[in-house]
Each structure stands twice: as structure tokens, then as C-alpha cells.
């Protein structure tokens, strides 16, 4: 009976622990759509990642899908980027954390909309905090700088 003196405070530990609660807001393709409305066609530059959005055989911008660590769990995300390199629009895609989920809400996001490679992007700079999320709003900031970085200038 030595062994449930070690698995009785274990199973307490674990079940004590908060829970995660994934929700998925969009797919891939419904935040393609919402990205580029007028897109008639999304073709992958870089396989499960990048596409570009095309309409009436124009380039109307690339759309780059990423995950980033919110606290604990994966946050996937994506960034809308314009054919000059600009951020057009960040959507979550799907949040796992029980809570910050904040990051989500449309006047969060909208702060990236404009914004380039070579703009700062700093929490608590040019990006607000969410207080409860700012492991969240940190690394989804860190992300949306990074696709900057990459991306920004070599898709045009």
C-alpha cells in the first residue's frame, strides 16, 4: 500500500490544476475569406503556411498562418499581409488557455492593421497590454513581428 501514499498526492496535484479550453474561431480558409473578401483564389507559396490571395489575376495580398505559446498553450493565429508588405488584418484562429482570450477582441487586433517591418511593435509601446494576457498578447505580438521580419519585404 506504499504506492498510494505517492499516487494519492499526485492525482490531487493534477486534478487541482485549471483546465484548458480550446476554441477554435476560425479555419484556415473561413479567415482567408474574412482577410480577402474579394480573393477568388488562394494559392500556397509555402506549403500549410503561406498563400497568396489573387483576384481577377491580381495579387491582393498573402495571407501567413502561424502558433505561437500563449502562457502554457499554443495560440494559432494569422496575419493578412497587403502586396506591399503592410499588415492588413491578425485573426485568432483558435485560443487554448482558459483565460486571455481578450487578445482576440477586434480593437486588440486592429492595432497591427498598418504596420511594417519596420515598425516597432513593442508591448506597452506601440501594441496596448491586456492585463491577465500578457504572456499572450507578448508572444502573439512577437509573432506578428516576426512574420514582419520574414515575410514583409520578400513576398512582393
Known sequence: MSWVRYTVPAAAI???ASPA???RY????EAQKEAFPSATHFSEVQTGRVWKAEAA???VGFFVFDRVVGKHLFIDYAVALTPAGAVH???????????????????WLAQFAGKTSSS???INGDIRN???ATLSSTHVTEGVKRILAAYGNRLR
Request: proline content about 0%; overall charge neutral; glycine content about 10%.
Open 89 to 107: 488584418k491578425v485573426e485568432i484562429l483558435e485560443y487554448r488557455e482558459s483565460y486571455g482570450g481578450e487578445i482576440r477582441s477586434s480593437s
Open 120 to 122: 516597432a511593435l513593442k
Open 21 to 23: 479550453y480550446a476554441v
Open 130 to 132: 491586456i492585463a491577465g
Open 14 to 16: 493534477l486534478s487541482a
Open 26 to 29: 476560425l479555419s484556415i480558409e
Open 57 to 59: 489575376g491580381k495579387v
